[in-house]
């Protein structure tokens, strides 16, 4: 149900499973459209992308980035427009983070290798999620 022009933000610490997340989500978009591809990070390219079809893809990595300047060089803020975007780190965008983002808070659980993950929304475009979400795991407003 995801579609251009919606962000995902993914936040928490080193370890916490972002870059898991993202992989696994454009794994399963690209197998949807039988064109499965190895989804490496974009720890070092900052910029990952895909096609799924008519859908394009970004995965972006911006823990390197140190000013607000080079998240518009790489063309992310034109993607927030045109294409499903993963963004990893999305404190660097400062100003530019999106208002209709979808944010993911990923932390360590208590056990060895469980995770938790908050889900935040401020837009009304992610009510299609509450079903969902309160069928499975409670919505909490």
Not at 25 to 31: D, G, H
Not at 33 to 54: K, N, R, V
Not at 71 to 96: M, N, Q, S, T, Y
């Given at each position: ?49 895909y096609d ?31 294409a499903l ?57």
């Amino acid at each position: 149900m995801l579609s251009a022009g919606d962000v995902l933000l993914l936040e928490g610490q080193i370890g916490a499973g972002k870059t898991f997340f993202a992989r696994a989500l454009i794994t399963a978009l690209l197998r949807d459209f039988g064109t499965p591809e190895d989804i490496p990070s974009p720890t070092f390219t900052l910029i990952q992308t895909y096609d799924a079809g008519d859908l394009e893809i970004w995965h972006s990595d911006l823990y390197r980035l140190s000013h607000i300047e080079e998240v518009e060089e790489l063309g992310l803020l034109d993607a927030f427009h045109a294409a499903l975007c993963l963004v990893e780190w999305p404190d660097r965008l400062g100003p530019e983070t999106p208002g209709t983002a979808l944010r993911l808070g990923f932390e360590l659980g208590r056990k060895h290798g469980a995770r938790a993950v908050e889900i935040s929304v401020s837009d009304s475009k992610w009510n299609w999620l509450k079903p969902i979400l309160s069928d499975n795991f409670g919505w909490h407003e």
